[in-house]
C-alpha cells in the first residue's frame, strides 16, 4: 500500500518532477480528481453544488503561470501542457503534500479560477518529495 | 461554512432522501465525485492510475441492487435513476457519513463493480441523517 494512503495500493510514486508531468496514466487520474476539485470550487462560488470540467486551454495557461513551461521540452501541445498540470495536482494530492480541501481553498481564493489553478501547482511543486 | 466541511461553503444539505434522490445540482456534483472514486478504486484493481467514467447503466443498476428504486416514482428513466444515485453518494461524503477512502475500498471490494457501488449507496443510505 503506498505510503500516506489507505485506500490506494496502486504504484503512483515517481523519481522526480519530469517524470510526473509527462505521465499520461497520472494525467488521466488526474483529469478526473482536478474536475472533482473544480467543482467544489465553482459550487463554493456559485452557492449551491455544480459539477463541471476544466478545459484544458485554461490548465495549460495555469502550468505557463506557474512557471512551470520550462519544464517541458520546447516542442508541446496545450494538450500535452494541461495533462502536466493534471499529473502534477494529483500527485499532490497522492503524495499527501496538498489535501483536497486546501485544493479546493487554493482555487477558489482567486477572481480568476486560472490564478488559482496557478497558485495550487505553484504550491504542489514547492511541496512535493520524492523517493 | 456546512457543518464539518472545511472548505464547502454552498447549500448542499437536504431535508430527507427522496429530496437527495431527485436533485440534479446534487447529481451534477456527483457525477464528478463518483468518477473520481471510481477510477481510484479501478486504479487498485490494475495496479497504476487510471481515469475513468461511470456508466449510467452500471449505477442505474447498483441502486436498485441497494434496494433504492422504490423510493422513486414509478416512471423514471434510467438516467434519472443514475443521478439518483451519483447524488446519494456524494451526499454521503459532504455530510461526512462516508470518507472519500472508504469509498473507494467499497467500490474495489467485490470481484463485480456493480456489488461494490451497491454497498456503497446501501451504506450510505443507513449513515446519512438529515437537518
Redesign the interface.
Known sequence: MAKGC???????TRRNLNEVLI?H?????????V??IY??AI??R???????KVKGSVLAEALRKAGLRECFPSRMSRHDLADGAEALI?YGWLSRCVS???S??MI?MKSDLVEGLSELLAKTKRQITFP
Open positions: 489507505r485506500a490506494l495500493c496502486f504504484a503512483w505521465d496514466a497520472l494525467a488521466s487520474l488526474g483529469d478526473a480528481y474536475n472533482f467543482s467544489l459550487s463554493n456559485k452557492g449551491s453544488p455544480l459539477g463541471t494529483v483536497l480541501d486546501e479546493v481553498a477558489g
